[in-house]
């Protein structure tokens, strides 16, 4: 699959990482960032319940862990966001009145705000994507897949950082294969390509975690369902897998497969645990990968962001395009 770069968003450009061979030798140990979730809008929608759609706090948040980012030392490789970037879906959703049928356009809107606060992201440190639900939906098709391509560069690839592979992955393909089956089956094989031995470390991202707690626990929308789960992981163990990055939970949580590291980062945006939104720092080191979370505040309420219901004409609030909306 062709690596294309979207258009405003420059920092995906990791040609280097993709293609020098001198990235696959082990050169010392470094840092990078993972967060997920921070689908613009989930807290207007759902924690606020807001009149009209807004994603002011998210854009709020998002800039929030991007000056932690920038300011970082030492200065991270990338920045990877595990999922659900905007929280309207790509196609129209007529169960969910928060965007009245018209969850294409709002979208869109998302995406040009997403965009933008990304521009401040220290031009040194690279953008990296890993596909949501959100970003797919549920189901997905052929073209919520070719949308999502289009504005966040492929859905699944390999890259190599001081000797470290890492592996992106969309796990939509394991939560409903059958839905796109020929894009399934791409996904497989490749999946069937991961073992590397000259790897320092495999690393995998992807959005929907295998399991919450326990690999062999009953199925709930949070996990990739157990008829597959198990046959998954082990196939990711026997490929020398040993560290795994999530999201989707919008809690911390994690757990392990043999000695399969699962990491659950809670969300950028909305929290539905007990951990405020935040990112995770991940320490590459010689014998093994570290992580910490870091909060970006340091509740869960979200009611101060009730400010954002302000119809003051700024980012991430519907109130320029609201004729759009209620036509």
């Known amino acids: 699959m062709d690596f294309k770069i979207p258009e405003g968003l420059p920092g995906m ?14 050169s010392g140990p470094f840092t990078f960032v993972q967060g997920a979730d921070p689908q613009l809008g989930m807290i207007g929608s759902c924690k606020l319940k807001t009149c009209k759609p807004t994603w002011k706090a998210e854009i709020e948040l998002t800039r929030q862990a991007i000056q932690k980012i920038n300011t970082m030392s030492p200065k991270p490789k990338f920045f990877i966001v595990c999922g659900d970037m905007l929280d309207a879906y790509p196609f129209e959703k007529p169960f969910i009145p928060y965007y009245n049928g018209n969850d294409r356009i709002v979208r869109d809107l998302q995406y040009r705000d997403f965009v933008n606060v990304l521009q401040e992201l220290d031009s040194e440190i690279k953008l990296v994507f890993a596909c ?52 399934t089956e791409k996904h497989l094989e490749f999946m069937n390509k991961i073992a590397d031995p000259a790897a320092k470390f495999i690393v995998v991202f992807q959005h ?28 990711l163990w026997n490929a020398g897998v040993r560290y795994m990055f999530c999201g989707h939970h919008h809690k911390n949580g994690g ?57 003051d004409q700024t980012e991430g609030q519907l109130d320029t395009d609201v004729n759009i909306i209620e036509q």
């Open 132 to 183: 949501g639900n959100h970003d797919i939906g549920d189901i997905p098709t052929k073209q919520s897949i070719e949308i999502y391509r289009n504005q966040f560069g492929p859905d699944y690839f390999t890259f190599w950082v001081s000797g470290v592979k890492f592996v992106v992955l969309n796990s939509q393909y394991f939560y409903s294969p059958d839905a796109v089956p020929d894009e």
């Open 208 to 235: 929907i975690p295998f399991f919450s707690k326990y690999p062999e626990e009953e199925d709930t929308f949070n996990s990739i369902p157990k008829e597959r789960r198990l046959k998954l992981l082990e196939q």
């Open 13 to 26: 450009n990791i040609e280097k990482w993709l293609k020098d061979p001198s990235e696959r030798i082990w």
């Open 255 to 311: 757990g392990t497969y043999k000695d399969l590291e699962q990491v659950v980062t809670s969300a950028m945006g909305a929290p539905w645990g007990e951990d405020p939104s935040g990112i995770r720092l991940v320490n590459v080191g010689p014998l093994d990968i570290t992580h910490e979370y870091i909060k970006l505040r340091n509740t869960t309420d979200c009611q101060e962001f009730a400010k954002y219901e302000i119809n």
